[in-house]
């Protein structure tokens, strides 16, 4: 794990990682831009798992710190004129989770109807995928959320962190078909301009 996260962050004041057990590590970064270049271009993955990080604080005990909180940027897509704007973007993103912040730079580079925010999610609670929008003639549209870098998500259960083979709902009703009500739209495709958050 050492070698492959190291060239993966590229850290520029090193780091030191340590196993503790029970599937946690501790990350021991030694430049404040490490630590915030990584926090803001998560999530992260290893070995297809997902990591889950926590900026330990003093006094935390290692082993008992809750481990369920990941930031994602989630693309607000489909939306009417008039409804894209940083208030929009906190509205939405209290909606899927817990709005963290807006970017902007999409209006500026043109892409219309979507919005580009960091939300922080609960992986335990099922991901949400759209929202009803009342229109002014009183007409219904839909907004879809799309996840960027969602590697694993799981279409029974609708959380992300493990596949459809590993969820804990089929082994309870192995013998059932499922109807899944997802599909990989949820999945925000690739950015196509500069790299601003690191690639999946």
């Not at 604080?57 to 008039?82: A, C, H, T, Y």
């Not at 409804?83 to 500026?108: P, Q, T």
């Not at 959320?145 to 009703?173: A, D, T, V």
């Amino acid at each position: 794990m050492r070698t492959t996260l190291a060239n993966v962050w590229h850290p520029i004041g090193g780091i030191a990682i340590s196993e503790l057990g029970k599937g946690r590590y501790l990350f021991r970064l030694y430049h404040v831009v490490d630590v915030n270049r990584i926090d803001k271009e998560g999530p992260w993955y290893f070995n297809t798992h997902l990591l889950v990080l926590h900026m330990l604080q003093e006094k935390e005990d290692l082993m008992l710190v809750s481990l369920n909180i990941v930031d994602f940027w989630v693309r607000i897509v489909d939306l009417p004129e008039g409804f894209v704007s940083e208030r929009m973007a906190k509205l939405f993103g209290n909606f899927i989770s817990e709005f963290l912040e807006y970017d902007a730079s999409d209006v500026s580079l043109g892409y219309k109807g979507c919005i580009h925010s960091r939300v922080r999610i609960d992986v335990r609670q099922p991901l949400k995928r759209n929202k009803k929008l009342a229109l002014p003639n009183r007409n219904h549209v839909y907004a879809a959320f799309q996840y960027e870098k969602l590697r694993l998500f799981c279409f029974i259960c609708e959380k992300s962190g493990h596949g459809e083979g590993f969820c804990p709902i089929r082994i309870l009703y192995e013998k059932q078909d499922f109807v899944f009500q997802w599909d990989n739209s949820l999945h925000a495709p690739p950015r196509q301009r500069g790299q601003l958050y690191s690639p999946g």
